[in-house]
């Protein structure tokens, strides 16, 4: 067998959450390989492509990436008149264009990013497989492997509950600035998306996965009943889709043998269970764990406990909170009682039942 070849810091996932660890750590002095198993990064996109106001405070030059402003979220509620929430502001990006960026970042700072290099396996003791047979170690593992991390998997933290997508692009008819949202009995466990990219949008719907089967069936309505109020056009760009993560937040830190372990992002069940939002949070877990990787690694025996006490007051309250609604709505279900319309609200963001008690 080959030589394990060996640095500081190694990162699993160029995600936003890997890259903003790898841009860190290399910016502290550390040697820092990441690895991605896609050949360009951020491709192919799966992702609705809204980011929220916040992220400026966290990254300069979001101009460059930018495809739209957002200043609005109008709120559908099965055939109601929809409900408009005026102060909504963020930005669509071009989320390959975003995810490279911030790769490039991280290569500019001096981490070493291997794109094409997929993870099969990671040892009992932090070494990681790569397909063509060659290991790699860390004196720090992050997993910033999205929602099905393999790093993750390792440690026993596994994204137990998903929700399933499937999206498509289509030409949007009156260009505006608001995420549409679309709730419904019909849509269990998620709900859909009409966001605007100029031009054309993102059309999306998410579900709970034993639902899975009906998401085509259910996005092929939707896009018709846009279709027939001239909204958008029949025509399909592109489809993607994906798991997010919606079981709340995971044990971010452990070890495998004596090889310490983060995980950031997705692969640390940062996602909203309620919104499937999740790139603000991998961006900003993952320049805590690139932190707490440098620390770590200059001696300092709280870097790793103080990161996860990091992500739990950061994130805990909202992600828990988005837990309970979700329990809310599919418990429903279960009782053979669809949602009604007043549930519907109380668990989705716009609606102040939502943050009440
Ligand atoms: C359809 C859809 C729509 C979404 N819309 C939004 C939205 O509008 N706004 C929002 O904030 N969030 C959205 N999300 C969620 C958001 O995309 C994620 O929360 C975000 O990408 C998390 O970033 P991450 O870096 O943790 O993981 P990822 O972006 O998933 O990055 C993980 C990286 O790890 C790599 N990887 C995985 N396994 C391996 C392996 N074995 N070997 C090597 N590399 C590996 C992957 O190739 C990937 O590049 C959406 C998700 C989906 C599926």
Redesign the pocket.
């Given at each position: 067998m080959s030589a394990i070849e060996r640095t500081d810091v190694l990162v699993?996932?160029?995600?936003?959450?890997?890259s903003r660890v790898a841009a860190t750590a290399a910016s502290a002095g550390r040697r820092v390989v990441a690895?991605?198993?896609?050949r360009e990064?951020?491709v192919p996109v799966?992702?609705?492509?809204?980011?929220p106001a916040l992220l400026d405070q966290e990254i300069e030059g979001l101009g460059a990436v930018t495809r739209q402003r957002v200043r609005e979220m109008m709120t559908f509620v099965e055939d109601e008149a929809p409900d408009i929430k005026p102060d909504f502001p963020g930005r669509m990006i071009d989320r390959a264009k975003f995810?490279a960026a911030l790769a490039a970042r991280a290569a500019e700072a001096g981490a070493e990013c291997r794109f094409g290099?997929?993870?099969?396996a990671v040892d009992p003791d932090g070494t990681v497989r790569l397909s063509d047979g060659s290991g790699l170690r860390g004196e720090v593992l992050i997993g910033?492997?999205?929602?099905?991390?393999?790093v993750g998997r390792a440690l026993g933290r596994i994204n137990e509950h998903v929700v399933e997508?499937r999206?498509i692009t289509v030409p949007l008819y009156a260009p505006n600035e608001q995420t549409d949202i679309f709730l419904s009995a019909d849509i269990p466990g998620g709900y859909g998306w009409l966001?605007p990219k100029g031009e054309v949008a993102n059309l999306?719907v998410?579900v709970a996965p034993e639902a899975k089967h009906r998401l085509k069936p259910i996005l092929d309505d939707l896009h018709e009943n846009l279709a027939v109020r001239d909204r958008v056009g029949r025509r399909v760009f592109g489809h993607?889709?994906?798991?997010?993560p919606v079981g709340g937040m995971l044990d971010p830190i452990g070890r495998l043998d004596e090889t310490p372990v983060l995980l950031?992002?997705?692969?640390a069940g940062?996602?909203n269970p309620v919104t499937?939002?999740?790139?603000?949070?991998?961006v900003i877990a993952?320049g805590a764990a690139g932190e707490a990787a440098a620390a770590h690694l200059s001696g300092d025996a709280e870097a790793l406990p103080d990161y996860a006490e990091e992500l739990t007051e950061l994130f805990k309250p909202a992600l828990d909170r988005a837990l309970a609604r979700r329990r809310e709505l599919l418990a429903r279900y279960r009782e053979d009682q669809a949602p009604t319309p007043e549930n519907l609200r109380r668990g989705w963001i716009a609606y102040p039942e939502y943050w009440a008690a």
């Open positions: 699993v996932g160029l995600g936003p959450a890997g690895l991605d198993r896609r990064p951020g799966q992702c609705a492509e809204f980011i995810d290099a997929a993870v099969e910033a492997d999205g929602p099905r991390s393999r997508t999206q966001f999306g998410g993607t889709g994906g798991p997010i950031a992002g997705d692969a940062l996602a499937g939002a999740g790139i603000s949070a991998a993952g």
